[in-house]
């Protein structure tokens, strides 16, 4: 039987949608799928060699209520839903929200988003940056991670056409 195959369309660049593409990708690697990504506009954020730079962005995520890493179980089980006006108008909200869900995340034992992207990388997912937006938006192929493949869409439509699932996020 031939190897199922999985094509990646990553387009997001913040902190909370760098883990599906590299969860997705890390997992069908596991499951012996042939497996390539491809970061497209804000998406190369996550091939950055600088991560920390990523950020949770909750401004109109209606799905995304604030839970609280910290304190009593009553209190971390509340859902803070903070009206969109708020958000936007509360100096430093973003990295609040940040912050917390690093926290989120470091409490209940997930993976963090360099430890997802080396294992993707150490399971041959292939990454493919977009090399049309690398030059829109300015970048040097320094700023990017080593092993990585720069191409267009084309490049990708390649494996993406024989690919058993392709998934757009």
């Given at each position: ?23 997705l990708?890390?997992?069908?690697a ?18 950055r ?27 971390r ?55 049309m ?7 040097e ?27 757009y996020?």
């Open positions: 039987m031939d190897q199922k195959k999985l094509a990646i369309i990553a387009t997001k660049g913040t902190l909370d949608w760098a883990y599906p593409p590299f969860i990708a890390s997992t069908a596991a499951l012996d799928y042939e497996t390539q990504i491809f970061f497209t506009f804000y998406g190369l954020q996550l091939l060699k600088d991560l920390s730079v990523l950020k949770v962005s909750p401004l109109g995520n209606p799905g995304m209520p604030m839970k609280m890493p910290f304190g009593p179980k009553w209190f089980g509340l859902n803070w839903n903070i009206p969109n006006a708020v958000q936007s108008l509360v100096p430093g909200y973003e990295s609040l929200a940040t912050s917390l869900m690093k926290q989120t995340i470091k409490n209940n034992g997930v993976a963090t988003i360099p430890d997802l992207r080396e294992m993707c990388q150490e399971a041959d997912v292939k990454f493919i940056a977009c090399q937006t690398v030059e829109l938006f300015g970048f192929h320094s700023d990017f991670i080593d092993g990585l493949e720069y191409g267009g869409a084309a490049t990708f439509f390649e494996f993406a056409g024989e690919s058993d699932i392709c998934l996020i």
